[in-house]
Every structure is written in C-alpha cells, then in structure tokens.
C-alpha cells in the first residue's frame, strides 16, 4: 500500500511533465502573480479542507519566508480569522463566506485563487465570480475536468487525476513551484 501510494503519486506528477499546455499555465500563473506583486496588489487564496490546508500553507510561504529572507507579501488566506469565517457562516450561509472575505477586501488587479479537487466547491465557485465582478484575475487549482470552476477563471491548473490525495498532493508541488519563481523574480 505504502509503494503504491507513492507510485501513483509519481505517475500523476510524470503526466504533469508531459503536458507542456499545463506547464505553460503554471509558468504565466507565476508570472501573473509576479506581476501583481510588482503592482502593490494583493493574493488570496481560498479552499475546504485539505485544500484550505494548502491555500494557508501557499499564502504563509509568500507573506512569510520561502528560500530565502526577502520582504514579506502580502498574500493571505481567506478562512483564517475563525470570528469572520463562523459569522458569515451563521448570518448568511457558508456558501457565502468567502465571496464576502472578496467583498471587503478584494480590489481590482488583486488575484484570487481557488482550490478544489472537483471544481465544484459551491463557496469557491462564488468567491470566484465576486472577484471577476470586481476585476480581480483568477487561478483555479482543480483536478482533471475543471469542473463548473474552469468556466470563471482566467487559469485553469488542472492535474491530470480524480484521486483526492494524489490532486492535493500535486496542489502543492505546483504551489511551491510557483512560490519558487515568484520569488526569484521579484528578489533573485
């Protein structure tokens, strides 16, 4: 079992070397996001569950520290402050909670990027669209088909697979790839 879950983890990484198309969404992502940093705007990030996990963990290594010691960004995550998140949930509907975080704090040039393994994620798919109404650019981060999220983004990262943990688990080889060369532009 342990063999084999590192196998297949490797195959879907393998397959995302074969598709020069998705690497050359991962390289114009970084580069998108390098430039937003460049203009004084801001990225958040947005997920459920493990892809929340990733979304916290993508945003600290860019307002934190990643290679190297460099000025901190202003990337964060948009479940992070548990007061906003279980209100909005409570008021309105948990549907609701991250399209209101973009609401208050997204503005246009900002970058959104939203991570489901389906596509699907009902509160991703809305934050979504209240970012592109405010002219924000998208990223989704998604498993094969994109699902209903590829239609409202401006870059769709979708890894070759349907298996939850082997998507998640390409999620944040991605995330990292791209923290890398956002980094090495902007400080290198």
């Not at 460099?70 to 209100?87: G, I, K, M």
């Not at 870059?155 to 298996?163: A, C, K, M």
């Amino acid at each position: 079992m342990i063999k084999k879950g590192i196998e297949q983890s490797i195959e879907v990484k393998q397959n995302i070397l074969k598709d020069g198309a998705l690497l050359e969404k991962i390289q114009k992502a970084a580069n998108i996001i390098t430039e937003a940093f460049q203009q004084k705007n801001r990225v958040y990030f947005c997920g459920n569950g493990g892809s929340a996990a990733d979304a916290q963990h993508l945003a600290a290594e860019l307002s934190g520290r990643f290679y190297f010691d460099r000025p901190a960004l202003p990337a964060e995550a948009c479940h992070v402050n548990p007061s906003f998140t279980t209100a909005v949930s409570n008021d309105y509907d948990y549907e609701s909670v991250f399209s209101r975080y973009i609401e208050g704090f997204g503005e246009k040039g900002d970058i959104l990027v939203g991570i489901s393994t389906s596509g699907n994620s009902g509160n991703i798919l809305k934050a979504l669209a209240t970012a592109k109404s405010k002219g924000m650019f998208c990223i989704g981060f998604t498993g094969s088909t994109g699902g209903k999220m590829k239609n409202l983004v401006d870059i769709l990262i979708n890894v070759p697979s349907n298996d939850t943990p082997r998507i998640q688990e390409s999620h944040i080889t991605i995330g990292h790839i791209i923290c890398e060369i956002v980094e090495q532009k902007l400080f290198g």
